[in-house]
């Protein structure tokens, strides 16, 4: 595997993540008691920290990527144990 592929596929990886991690750990006005400001959506959050989810995101994208890669390399798993599948081979 070269150096794009593992720069891609690991890109890929942390992009799902950041979005999986986006919603843990925010609090609305109505959990925090703050007031709406004037055109403020009532599940906007209050506390959201960029840094967080961007750390978190991190940290679970390399287990990842970190379990495909060993995944590749040792092949624990490969498409021909997939039941139902049939290789064209």
């Not at 961007?54 to 798993?77: D, E, H, K, M, P």
Request: aromatic letters at 16%; charged letters at 10%.
């Amino acid at each position: 595997m070269n150096w794009y592929a593992i720069f891609a596929i690991y890109f890929l990886m942390w992009v799902i993540c950041a979005f999986i991690m986006l919603p843990f750990g925010l609090r609305t006005p109505d959990e925090t008691g703050e007031t709406l400001t004037r055109g403020q959506a009532d599940s906007a959050p209050s506390n959201f920290r960029p840094g967080v989810v961007v750390l978190r995101a991190t940290i679970l994208s390399a287990l990842l990527f970190a379990l495909y890669y060993l995944n590749y390399t040792q092949g624990w798993i490969t498409i021909d144990m997939v039941p139902g599948y049939q290789s064209a081979s």
